[in-house]
């Protein structure tokens, strides 16, 4: 068995798409008041999309008391049965999450396969993710929410009997089987875990080699599909995958960068987030969120043609604030503020377009105001002797001017604070 995948499949055929062609679903919900439904219903429907699915229809009930065995009511589940029907559709989606039993008893009711919120999320993790680490992590993921839905999601179980015996004897046969599916799981947890700390060890190092060589880092973080991507492509030159859908990119990416001022920062792309990431799904990839945890200045990344860009500024904070990033310096930067229906902001907010570039200097200067601390500009003439300090102005700063002079050769530069006492006896 690889490192990447599992034995154990317990993902629905809906989730296995093509790029051929969309499957068509139909979203269920249930309305209690507690959050925007149709706001709600919209992310759920772009999730789909993102999966290679076509939200076709959707069914909703408003009801304070879920049924306990499939959470709508039963005339509701009626209801979307007959529309499963009549889009032909290849499965439903739940706007939420649902028990095991809860999704065999729906897929029984209304003859489709049922995945849940949490289970299409994890689809779209499995799919984006390209590093050994978030293959892990996502594998990790999926496994522990698998684990207490063995029993209802294997409705198979109790066909894993021997051909002959009572019926206590095919249920005993069933649950040994059960047993077994729950040992394979618990070891691969296990492994998985022991791996993920391996790399967690790895992460730590390159962050401590960062923290020793002064490197500043900037974290992008944010809702998925605000243009985190978009904005560290525009500001580094680097291509990295970015597409108008949510989830379009998973594992961390960082990039060197060159501040106006002459210095160079790491900016950290991390994953995105969506309202009502379930708490598990953030400890899963706790581990990548802390590249946010461990960085000198967070920018928080939101959508300016989104009319629910404080909601989703909100749903940032909620994450870092579980990450313990308070003390941490932040800037909010409203990206997409080219489109059509822009909204107003305050003019001190910072407003960016990583499509035509408006603002980037803007957000640049301002990394640059909030990191002042870390560098000077001095002028400095270097004995010709004494020109290998160079390499440490053109390394670790910038140089906006050099001359050749009698004495030596003269330099305006910008360096780093702890390496300013290398050049103090040739200051002017």
Request: aromatic content about 4%.
């Amino acid at each position: 068995m690889s490192d990447n995948t599992t034995e154990l499949d317990f993902g629905t055929t809906a989730q296995k798409t093509t790029d051929a062609e969309k499957l068509p679903v139909v979203l269920l919900a249930l309305d209690q008041g507690k959050y925007d439904m149709t706001r709600s219903l919209d992310e759920l429907r772009a999730l789909a999309d993102a999966n290679g699915m076509d939200a076709v229809a959707e069914v909703v009930q408003k009801r304070s008391t879920p049924e306990a065995a499939t959470l709508l009511g039963e005339g509701k589940v009626a209801e979307a049965r007959l529309v499963c029907q009549n889009v032909n559709a290849a499965a439903a989606i739940f706007d939420g999450e649902l028990t095991g039993s809860q999704i065999r008893n729906l897929s029984a009711a209304l003859q489709v396969e049922v995945l849940d919120r949490t289970m299409l999320i994890l689809e779209i993790f499995r799919a984006r993710a390209t590093t050994n680490e978030g293959k892990l992590q996502t594998e990790l993921a999926t496994l522990r929410y698998q684990l207490p839905r063995l029993q209802g999601l294997g409705e198979s179980l109790s066909r894993q009997g021997g051909g002959g015996g009572s019926g206590g004897a095919r249920r005993g046969a069933g649950e040994t089987k059960l047993e077994l599916d729950r040992r394979h799981l618990h070891h691969r947890i296990e492994h998985l875990e022991g791996r993920l700390k391996e790399l967690e060890k790895r992460r730590g190092e390159t962050r401590r080699a960062r923290q020793k060589n002064n490197v500043p880092v900037v974290a992008l973080v944010g809702y998925t599909n605000v243009g985190k991507s978009s904005l560290l492509n525009a500001l580094c030159g680097e291509q990295i995958f970015e597409a108008d859908m949510l989830f379009a990119t998973l594992d961390p990416t960082a990039r060197k960068l060159v501040l106006p001022s002459g210095l160079q920062i790491i900016l950290v792309d991390t994953v995105g987030f969506v309202s009502r990431l379930p708490h598990h799904l953030v400890e899963a990839f706790k581990s990548t969120l802390e590249e946010a945890a461990f960085a000198d200045v967070i920018i928080k990344v939101a959508d300016a043609g989104d009319a629910q860009a404080a909601e989703q500024l909100a749903v940032t904070d909620e994450v870092l604030g579980s990450l313990d990033c308070e003390g941490i310096p932040q800037l909010v930067v409203y990206n997409k503020c080219d489109v059509a229906n822009a909204v107003a902001f305050d003019p001190d907010i910072l407003l960016t377009s990583a499509k035509t570039g408006y603002g980037l200097d803007a957000l640049l200067a301002k990394i640059d105001e909030v990191l002042n601390h870390r560098v000077r500009t001095i002028e400095v003439v270097l004995p010709y002797d004494k020109l290998a300090l160079a390499d440490i102005l053109r390394s670790r700063g910038s140089v906006a001017e050099e001359e050749y002079r009698e004495e030596g050769v003269f330099y305006r530069a910008t360096v780093k604070i702890d390496d300013l006492h290398r050049f103090e006896e040739y200051l002017l």
